[in-house]
């Protein structure tokens, strides 16, 4: 099976074709760098060679040299979770008054598009539109949720992308494995993944073959849990707003009826793939919450705060979680309910209700994010060895702490860098705006 998990590999980086060089064995320098696994170097600077990253350091380096004045360079940022598929929305689905009510219109979004060449042509629009906001809000992973793999693939020239092969249903038809093999191996510059949808969407059975497949492929998974108090009453009844929903949706009942999981039972079902993401968590009970802790050494939650704010109406106990000595990671969910992909406007909301320190923000959306989609060999932190992925600010004046900086809302994204070459922006024309761009022997 192709596209597994991450290679670790000390070989010059694959970097993204179509993308842009930096010059080679260039040094950078601006105000702050920001490696998130230890203090921010103060006018400290980046060594990049064959797309990663050859030294680091705070005190004047050799060579040449490129200021880039007061940027703050950091990791590239990671997107845990997301569904690019509706990166062309314009703005989120009406919410209604319940997350059932937005399932309903996202079910009635997807049977509206018509099978064929024009809906491929929409989806690859679609997943080219996400990538470059992605890469222009300085995100240089994501984790990908697909029911489908796109013929064309996922084009090179953006950031790296671990794709959740995604099932719904009941039954593990044989019609539905081979879909989901095939698609596995047809995975062009993006690694593997899967995921059963939800507790209300699939059956033990199907969720249990997608998780044995991981398994087998040693591929991570993820899966929405909890996402509402309503799914443990489906789950437990078979009655509420989910039954409803399922319901008018032709979908439910079933006969026979499926075996449906709880929160907890997926828990130890996600635990026995290499790595796990449990998305959103909002409603998860004590039993779930304690077999999540049993299993943090293979699982972490994905918080995506202003969807979860806008249909749950609050945010998870991220205090809670963290006390409990359990991962977190950073996603925006899709553009059907959130009005962008923003990882740093998902970082502010957690920071201003009050839940994360900016730095803690920002770990959790770099250091988090990459153990989340099983790239914390690859991608996350700045450290030498490792792939030259990174990104560079440029934050209004003002900020002692530049963790703060990078989280003002006017802070912009002057360039994203993935394996050593430019995936969005464009350093030399700071010049203009930061002056320094300039390269300078010692
Ligand atoms: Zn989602």
Avoid: K
């Amino acid at each position: 099976m192709s596209g597994s998990g991450d290679d670790g590999g000390r070989g010059p980086e694959s970097a993204p074709s179509g993308a842009r060089n930096l010059p080679a064995g260039v040094t950078i320098t601006c105000r702050s760098i920001l490696p998130l696994q230890g203090p921010p170097l103060e006018r400290g600077w980046l060594r990049i060679g064959r797309g990663r990253i050859e030294g680091i350091g705070h005190r004047r380096p050799s060579g040449p040299v490129i200021d880039l004045g007061d940027a703050i360079i950091l990791p590239g940022l990671i997107n845990a979770h997301t569904h690019l598929e509706f990166s062309d929305l314009t703005a989120p689905l009406p919410a209604g008054s319940n997350l059932t009510d937005w399932i309903e219109e996202v079910v009635r979004l997807r049977r509206a598009r018509l099978p064929g060449a024009a809906e491929q042509t929409r989806l690859a629009t679609a997943l080219s539109a996400g990538l470059q906001e992605s890469a222009a809000a300085g995100v240089t992973a994501l984790g990908e949720i697909a029911t489908a793999v796109p013929a064309q693939g996922y084009p090179p020239h953006g950031p790296r992308v671990r794709l959740y092969r995604e099932g719904l249903g009941w039954r593990p038809t044989a019609t539905f494995q081979s879909l989901v093999a095939r698609d596995l191996n047809h995975l062009r510059h993006a690694l593997g993944g899967l995921s059963p949808h939800a507790p209300y969407s699939v059956s033990a059975g199907l969720g249990g073959w997608l998780v044995r497949t991981a398994v087998a492929g040693h591929l991570p998974v993820a899966m929405h849990l909890a996402e509402s108090r309503a799914e443990a009453e489906f789950v437990a009844t078979g009655g509420g707003p989910f039954q409803n929903l399922l319901a008018g949706l032709g979908v439910w009942p079933v006969s026979p009826a499926p075996r449906l999981h709880s929160a907890a039972d997926w828990i130890s079902q996600l635990a026995r793939a290499p790595r796990g993401s449990v998305v959103h968590g909002t409603f998860l009970d004590e039993t779930a919450l304690n077999r999540l802790i049993r299993h943090r050494d293979r699982l972490c939650l994905v918080v995506c705060p202003r969807t979860t704010l806008r249909l749950a109406g609050a945010l998870p106990p991220l205090g809670h979680w963290r006390q409990a000595g359990i991962r977190l990671a950073v996603g925006t969910d899709s553009r059907a309910s959130n009005p962008d992909l923003s990882i740093l406007a998902e970082c502010r909301t957690l920071v201003e209700a009050g839940m994360m320190s900016p730095a803690e923000a920002l770990r959790t959306a770099t250091r988090g994010g990459a153990w989340a989609l099983m790239l914390e060999h690859r991608c996350g932190q700045l450290a030498v060895g490792r792939p030259a992925d990174f990104i560079v600010l440029q934050a209004p004046p003002g900020h002692a702490d530049p963790h703060v900086a990078a989280l003002d809302p006017a802070t912009r994204v002057v360039a994203t860098v993935r394996g050593g070459r430019l995936i969005f922006g464009d350093l030399a024309s700071r010049g203009s705006t930061a002056g320094s761009w300039q390269s300078a022997s010692q």
